[in-house]
């Protein structure tokens, strides 16, 4: 009898709603596509036996942009995969868009507050690895999420509890008091001088996040509104 070690359930998400996309994902592993892919029926996709040493994994569906991650096979892994909307996407007609431009090339984390804000209920010391949140209904999907307090910070929770328990990719880097907020956020790679049209699920106040500076901007339904931000000012 072949006994199935689990290696990796990976659960690949729509980096625009949050929300699974099952068996839409198309899934490589080291450049060959799975040929039975185990998928579970709350969307994750889990991987067997993989042999020791280093894995490229590349989800692939239409209407996004690919998203590749690297596994061990000598560690279990669990995690969330976030595909973000490419060409073809279908945003709802309620979507709002805001054109940035940066000075400079760099990493940009943009969210809205969730219709049900999210509170920590617990402070966080810089290296821990793990919150709690106060959460009012189902809990947030895993994903990108800004802690916004004295010290704002991008963090990635790659699994959260119906109770509000989260477990973050990489340990904290500031401290975060009770009370702060905390907002789902998308990521994107702005180039410098290009504009790119970060896409909001609605009108409100977005938040904006590069290299320890945050911005707000209000947002308004059939506006077409653009930020040039010198990252160095």
Aim: proline share 8%; aromatic share 8%; glycine share 10%.
């Amino acid at each position: 009898m072949i006994r199935q070690r689990l290696s990796a359930a990976l659960l690949p998400l729509d980096g625009f709603t949050g929300k699974p996309l099952r068996r839409r994902a198309l899934c490589q592993l080291d450049g060959v596509p799975l040929k039975r892919p185990v998928w579970k029926q709350d969307g994750w996709l889990v991987l067997s036996n993989l042999e020791p040493g280093e894995h490229r994994i590349v989800f692939h569906c239409p209407g996004f942009q690919d998203a590749t991650i690297s596994l061990s096979g000598d560690v279990r892994t669990e995690e969330a995969v976030i595909l973000n909307p490419g060409v073809g996407y279908a945003f709802p007609p309620e979507t709002v868009f805001l054109s940035l431009t940066l000075s400079d090339s760099s990493r940009v984390f943009a969210g809205m507050p969730a219709p049900n804000p999210l509170k920590l209920i617990r402070e966080t010391k810089a290296g821990d690895s793990s919150v709690k949140m106060f959460v009012s209904g189902s809990a947030p999907r895993p994903g990108w999420f800004l802690l916004c307090g004295k010290a704002t910070e991008a963090a990635f929770f790659r699994r959260v509890a119906s109770d509000g328990a989260a477990e973050t990719a990489s340990p904290l880097t500031q401290p975060h008091s009770r009370g702060e907020t905390l907002v789902p956020a998308q990521s994107f790679l702005v180039t410098a001088g290009s504009s790119v049209k970060l896409p909001f699920q609605n009108p409100g106040t977005a938040y904006l996040f590069c290299r320890g500076g945050l911005k707000t901007v209000e947002l308004r339904e059939g506006e077409k509104q653009s930020l040039e931000w010198n990252l160095e000012a």
